[in-house]
């Protein structure tokens, strides 16, 4: 609901701050007080038009606050943070134009567009007057009212599962539908490819595989003549270990003669050691760098292979073998390809038959909902000076095309205001007066549904008095027992029916002009009670009139 409502240098208010609590609350004052300027204000909050007519003469800009308290479930939640709007504890909205004409728009101090402001603002509150604002006329919001009204939320959210079902189920056949035209254009190349693919057998890997075999087969080719080099060096019959092995053997038939002998024996035997983990390390090197020319090009053949049929199929080798089961698939979907979609097709006409048989179920319940709607809109229809008109809603069923994930009816709210008169939507034909009081009338009916938690009425008893203005302002208090109602009212019957009531005045020092709203206390409440009564000259009798009207 609307906690608060902050102003400042709107037209004729200068800075007001109102502190608004749930129920039914009364706004009065003489015409031309400013009480138009209040909605203006919480209009130009709930984002509409920013004109820069509404700053105060003499002021740079004007600027506009509206806090509401909300539950954790309420719509304006989730739309807030959808858009990333930190949505925990109250909702502000504010407004802010300057006398140049711009404007900027922010949600919990977080600076948004106009477009989501208004969003937002139309998912808080309700607006209904002489220029209503259509929200809850236009037929687009009818069926989500009917089924809110005929507790059919459920069997909505039941319809909408077996929607996507049928939509999934169509959407996959058409797929393969798709697939199965497009392999069937390109059998002989699908038959080719998988052929090509399974007699090159690619394993996954063996690319990187090859390249190194064949980068240390290269290597060993280079190293060919410098390897069989220090082979004759040190294997040979006159090579270095040879040479060492010789020495060694002679120094060792003198070694005793000198100690130093010894000692050069000892090394020469390390070197004899070393020699020979040389030797062994060269013979492994040589195995490692195999240069047989044969397998060398065997290992490059295999490898431009794998890369061409890479190249010709734009895929990494490595995806050479998943690619020859992907076609293999397909190619075997061509022989199950009829059947296969065949089974596809019984399976979107089930999910229709589903869907049909779910939706058909939620028409007629929707059928025997419009009929309690309207007998209810009827009952409100006469105590509102409506008794000429009559109230229907629409249930009609639409052709395939028109189906959708809500349903396979159109919903709309008509009325016929005189006898003989054809039913049309209530936007059409119905005058100001009427138009506010259809619209209380639906309210009542449809109790909370789809409300947006305040609901405000601009005028509602314009041009009607005594027993309309009561059963008005009773209709009013019956509906402010479940949500918030404001109203701006010129009926004392209807300003006796509120749990809250302001006055609006305008008062001028001689230079500047200002709008005003007090609170008033129970004293205060029949005096303007009395004065809505008698005009200007309040009496005793119009004094004890209000007392009797707030008594009830």
């Not at 015409?31 to 203006?40: E, H, M, N, V, W």
């Not at 209904?128 to 459920?154: E, N, V, Y």
């Not at 895929?315 to 020859?324: G, H, I, K």
């Not at 589903?354 to 179920?361: C, D």
């Amino acid at each position: 609901m609307l906690t608060l409502l902050d102003i400042r240098n709107v037209v004729l208010i200068e800075a007001l701050a109102l502190d608004f609590a749930d129920g039914l609350s009364v706004l009065t004052g003489e015409t031309g007080a400013g009480k138009s300027i209040l909605l203006d204000a919480l209009g130009l909050a709930m984002g509409a038009r920013g004109d820069a007519a509404l700053v105060r003469h003499g002021a740079d800009s004007a600027r506009v606050t509206a806090q509401f308290d909300v539950g954790p479930a309420h719509p304006a939640r989730a739309l807030l943070a959808a858009n990333d709007i930190e949505a925990d504890g109250d909702i502000i909205l504010r407004r802010q134009v300057k006398a140049d004409g711009g404007s900027r728009a922010f949600i919990n101090d977080q600076p948004v567009s106009a477009v989501l402001l208004r969003e937002a603002g139309a998912a808080l509150v309700e607006i209904h007057g002489q220029s209503d604002d259509r929200g809850l006329l236009a037929a687009r919001g009818h069926r989500a009212l009917l089924d809110g009204f005929g507790g059919l939320t459920g069997q909505v959210a039941g319809v909408r599962a077996a929607w996507s079902a049928w939509q999934a189920a169509a959407a996959a056949e058409t797929i393969a539908a798709a697939q199965l035209e497009a392999d069937a254009r390109d059998r002989e190349w699908l038959e080719h490819a998988v052929k090509e693919l399974e007699a090159l057998n690619a394993k996954p890997g063996e690319e990187a595989e090859l390249a190194e075999d064949r980068a240390s087969m290269q290597k060993g080719a280079r190293l060919t003549d410098d390897l069989s080099a220090i082979e004759v060096l040190l294997t040979g019959k006159d090579g270095g270990v040879s040479q060492l092995a010789q020495a060694a053997r002679r120094l060792d038939r003198i070694g005793a003669e000198h100690p130093l002998l010894g000692e050069a024996l000892e090394s020469l035997d390390r070197a004899l050691v070393e020699a020979g983990e040389a030797e062994d390390r060269l013979l492994a090197a040589v195995q490692a760098l195999d240069a047989d020319p044969a397998r060398l090009e065997a290992t490059e053949t295999r490898l431009f292979e794998l890369r061409a049929m890479a190249r010709k199929h734009r895929v990494e080798a490595d995806a050479l073998a998943e690619l020859a089961e992907t076609l293999q698939a397909r190619a075997e979907a061509l022989v199950a390809g009829t059947s296969s979609l065949k089974a596809l097709a019984a399976a979107t006409t089930a999910a229709r038959s589903a869907y049909r048989t779910a939706a058909t179920v939620l028409g007629k319940d929707r059928l025997a909902a419009a009929v309690r709607l309207d007998k209810a809109v009827a009952g409100e229809l006469a105590p509102l000076k409506l008794d000429a008109a009559k109230f229907r809603t629409v249930v009609a069923a639409q052709a395939e095309s028109g189906w959708g994930p809500e349903g396979a009816e159109r919903v709309e709210f008509e009325i016929s205001t005189n006898p003989g008169a054809p039913f049309a939507p209530l936007i059409k034909i119905a005058s100001g007066g009427e138009l506010s009081r259809f619209v209380l009338a639906l309210k009542v009916a449809l109790a909370e549904t789809g409300s947006a938690g305040t609901i405000i009425f601009d005028e509602i008893d314009r041009g009607v008095g005594g027993a309309v203005a009561s059963a008005i302002g009773e209709r009013l208090a019956r509906l402010a027992g479940g949500t918030q109602v404001l109203v701006v009212t010129h009926s004392p019957q209807v300003a006796a029916r509120g749990a809250h009531q302001w006055r609006i005045a305008k008062a001028s020092d001689g230079a500047v002009t200002r709008t005003a709203v007090v609170p008033l206390s129970a004293n205060e409440r029949r005096e303007e009670i009395a004065r809505m009564l008698s005009g200007a000259d309040v009496t005793d009798e119009a004094r004890a009139q209000a007392a009797v009207l707030l008594a009830h």
